[in-house]
């Protein structure tokens, strides 16, 4: 997928101020649409300064976009890296999930997650009105689902300048991890989002909860997986070994002759909840180097007395 950089497509800076970022569009608006322009594509010119206003008219998308842009450029393959949108508190307004369609698959992988103004909110006058819910996106240990935690979380707020430039500004709040959160649930604030008219209460802010990496384990929904390194003879003798889980080290039975790639399960070690999710043990068969004349020996005492072929049931001449 090619990156679009929507500043040249606007033909605007990328300091450019917001009053600038309008004017721009209905200059492009004005030469190319589609009823009254005489330009050679006219129409897909309309519609790229259209998906590229539809970023930079709003603060938060084009924060968002700009920390992302800064590794790319225009014409190069491009693929949002994971939870490239963590740390930045949007709004419950933005484009409809029936607008993604309109726009670019550039602009679906980024935007097409986004949050769509609440039911009923959007051009109320009332002079009492609650404010609008706030969306962030946050991630976690593995082991803060396991046992609950309490974590500070900086996250960057867009807003506009005096002088119409987007700016960033940092909101630390200590938020408390629920025992058993998942992957894709959200943690409530209340009384964290917009400020409210009139007196009105102020929205919430909703923090979507993602898992960091983590250097032993994966999870897929409510399981846990461990990729378990086993000596070769653990594996066809069978062995009882210890093994690491996020609640603790557990010994664990492999069964003799155990291949590469087995899954043991450890019920009910996965993720916690009412109904907690299993743990699987992946075997991965680790050999021994042959870095020694004693192992290089005893790797051809094997070849001489298993008669091991691994290849038996293929046709290879």
């Not at 004005?30 to 594509?41: A, G, I, Q």
């Not at 307004?93 to 550039?106: E, I, L, N, P, Q």
């Not at 992988?109 to 986004?114: H, I, M, N, P």
């Given at each position: ?45 309309f519609?790229?300064?259209?998906e ?78 609650r ?19 309490t974590?500070?979380?900086s ?16 909101r ?18 209340a ?75 450890l019920?009910?070690?996965g ?34 007395q ?12």
């Amino acid at each position: 997928m090619e990156y679009k950089d929507y500043y040249e497509t606007m033909g605007v800076a990328r300091d450019a101020t917001q009053d600038e970022i309008k004017r721009a569009h209905r200059k492009l608006a004005r030469k190319y649409h589609p009823d009254v322009s005489k330009e050679p594509d006219a129409e897909a010119h309309f519609k790229e300064a259209g998906e590229a206003y539809e970023v930079l008219k709003d603060p938060e998308k084009r924060a968002a976009y700009d920390r992302l842009g800064r590794q790319w450029k225009a014409g190069q393959d491009f693929r949002p890296p994971p939870d490239w949108d963590a740390g930045f508190e949007f709004r419950g307004g933005g484009y409809t999930a029936g607008d993604a369609g309109v726009f670019s698959k550039f602009f679906e992988e980024l935007f097409g997650g986004g949050y769509a103004r609440p039911a009923g909110t959007a051009g109320r006058r009332a002079f009492r009105m609650r404010g609008e819910h706030h969306h962030a996106k946050v991630s976690i240990d593995l082991e803060d689902s396991f046992s609950g935690a309490t974590r500070s979380f900086s996250l960057g707020v867009p807003e506009l300048s005096e002088d119409g430039h987007v700016v960033t500004r940092d909101r630390t709040l200590s938020v408390r991890i629920p025992k058993g959160i998942r992957p894709g649930q959200q943690i409530r604030l209340a009384g964290q989002g917009g400020s409210g008219l009139g007196g009105a209460e102020s929205g919430d802010l909703y923090l979507a909860v993602e898992f960091q990496d983590h250097p032993l384990y994966s999870v897929d929904g409510a399981d846990i997986f461990l990729d378990l390194p086993v000596a070769p003879w653990e594996a066809a003798l069978g062995a009882r070994i210890a093994a690491p889980t996020p609640s603790g080290v557990v010994d664990i039975k492999i069964p003799a002759n155990s291949t590469q790639g087995r899954k043991l399960r450890l019920k009910g070690r996965g993720l916690v909840g009412k109904q907690p999710g299993d743990m699987y043990v992946v075997l991965q068969v680790a050999l021994p180097p042959a870095n020694s004349d004693a192992a290089k020996t005893l790797y051809r005492q094997m070849e001489d007395q298993l008669g091991f072929n691994p290849r038996a049931t293929m046709r290879v001449s």
